[in-house]
């Protein structure tokens, strides 16, 4: 697969991923292939990719009679993907505490002073899966790594959502951000992997507090 293709692949996932979580396709709608190549003036061979990549971060199902349909967001799903960002990410931060280069560690930093100073719940939470993503990026082309940076993806609708609903934990997430980012610099893997985990597991715990089948009905309308 050439990177040209794969670059194509991946503009395509974004923008529908994104039109997912604002709404603009709904629970139940079906992405049609066809349509959405002419959208894009892209191949279908690209929009194929991207509905499995759609799928495998849990925001379609694929099914032979019923074709693409959205799922949308429910209250199980936060659950499970919280299980398993705890299971493996903590895992993999500590892997890349002791591969992470200088500029990607300076970058995580400039990303937490831009979420210290964001406003907008949909804006912090794409900065928040960029941080973490640049913590762990040495790692890329891992299957952990993958996993991880899909189960972000998914979990990004459900953080921003907390966060309109319960501003203050914008800023606990951000001063335990702070920890971690200090376990970094201090090359601690264990403190890294016990901070990583400490914080998913708040925030499992903060969304669930927040976040029921009534909000998601109307989130992102």
Not at 104 to 129: I, K
Not at 184 to 210: C, G, N, P, W
């Amino acid at each position: 697969m050439s990177k040209a293709f794969k670059t194509i692949e991946q503009q395509v996932l974004s923008q529908l991923r994104n039109d997912i979580l604002r709404g603009n396709y709904r629970p139940g709608d079906k992405l049609r292939q066809d349509d959405v190549a002419r959208r894009f003036e892209v191949s279908t061979t690209p929009v194929r990719e991207a509905f499995r990549g759609l799928r495998s971060e849990g925001l379609v199902t694929i099914d032979a009679n019923k074709g693409v349909v959205v799922k949308g967001l429910s209250v199980q799903d936060v659950a499970e993907i919280y299980e398993l960002r705890i299971v493996l990410e903590p895992l993999l931060a500590r892997k890349s505490v002791a591969s992470i280069r200088p500029d990607a560690l300076e970058a995580a930093a400039a990303l937490h002073e831009q979420m210290c100073r964001a406003d907008d719940p949909h804006a912090w939470a794409a900065l928040n899966c960029d941080f973490h993503d640049h913590l762990m990026r040495s790692e890329q082309g891992s299957r952990l790594y993958e996993m991880v940076r899909n189960l972000l993806l998914v979990a990004a609708p459900y953080v921003s959502l907390s966060i309109y609903l319960l501003p203050q934990i914008q800023l606990t997430d951000n001063e335990e951000h702070a920890q971690i980012l200090q376990g970094y610099r201090q090359r601690d893997a264990a403190l890294v992997e016990q901070i990583v985990r400490q914080h998913l597991q708040q925030t499992l715990e903060a969304i669930q507090d927040s976040v029921n089948e009534e909000t998601l009905g109307s989130a992102f309308r």
